[in-house]
């Protein structure tokens, strides 16, 4: 149990702001959700095609580490976008090789440009320079949780 005042405020400032950050993030995701069903994609379905859109082609491995999760994490969602016609799966030895195809590569040029406005009006409330002190403040954060 935490005795001193000064610290026990502090405890709570820290936990107020990982919980206005928890919020934010999750509302932003759900904005993004509803944003995506346009195209029927979910955010993690556009993150896997904005990855294989740019880095293009690149194996399941590279796929996976980009979107920092496992490789077997991204094999149903590989299958399922395979099935819609937005990817292909090139086996090359030992490698499958992730491409957009046709429709993947339409599909990423209409929606890439529509999802960053949407992602970007979600700090329009707050100024150019707040825009920047916040990623500052952010990036400090981001250094922090790496052991750096």
């Not at 859109?53 to 395979?82: R, Y």
Request: net charge positive; hydrophobic share 35%.
């Amino acid at each position: 149990m935490i005795k001193d005042p000064g610290k026990l405020q502090e405890i709570r400032l820290g936990l107020l702001l990982w919980f206005r950050l928890a919020r934010f993030y999750n509302g932003s995701n759900r904005l993004s959700n509803q944003h995506l069903k346009k195209w029927g994609l979910s955010i993690a379905q556009f993150d896997l095609l904005v990855q294989v859109g740019v880095h293009q082609p690149l194996s399941q491995q590279e796929l996976a580490d980009k979107l920092l999760v496992s490789k077997g994490n991204i094999t149903q969602m590989l299958v399922k976008m395979e099935k819609s016609g937005l990817i292909e799966r090139k086996q090359e030895w030992r490698t499958k090789h992730i491409s957009l195809t046709a429709a993947g590569q339409q599909l990423y040029e209409e929606v890439v440009p529509e999802q960053e406005q949407f992602q970007a009006s979600q700090f329009k409330t707050l100024n150019k320079e707040e825009q920047k002190q916040l990623l500052g403040l952010l990036k400090k954060l981001q250094h922090n949780t790496k052991g750096e």
